[in-house]
């Protein structure tokens, strides 16, 4: 879980998404120190995950701009799978 929340603070790092890395950072904060889904961190990073992503803030109208159509496709369908299972995971 911690590899691809990081994966995704990389991917909004690297693509512009400055806005939003401190509600990532908090969501790996929280589940840094996890034992599993039961506990009470876990559910305060899901809690944390599903207001960065349900707000009108943007987060999940993040798109990335690339040069060509290709790479902006292979780039954008790995950011989705990222988000989705992050939703999967929290939502």
Request: net charge negative; aromatic share 10%.
């Amino acid at each position: 879980m911690k590899i691809i929340l990081t994966e995704l603070l990389e991917i909004y790092r690297k693509e512009g998404g400055v806005a939003f890395l401190p509600g990532i950072s908090a969501v790996i904060e929280a589940i840094s120190e996890c034992r599993d889904m039961d506990d009470p961190r876990f559910r305060e990073a899901a809690s944390i995950y599903r207001v960065l992503a349900g707000s009108k803030s943007g987060f999940s109208d993040f798109y990335i701009e690339k040069e060509t159509a290709e790479e902006r496709a292979i780039k954008n369908i790995r950011l989705d799978y990222v988000r989705q299972e992050l939703w999967r995971i929290f939502g």
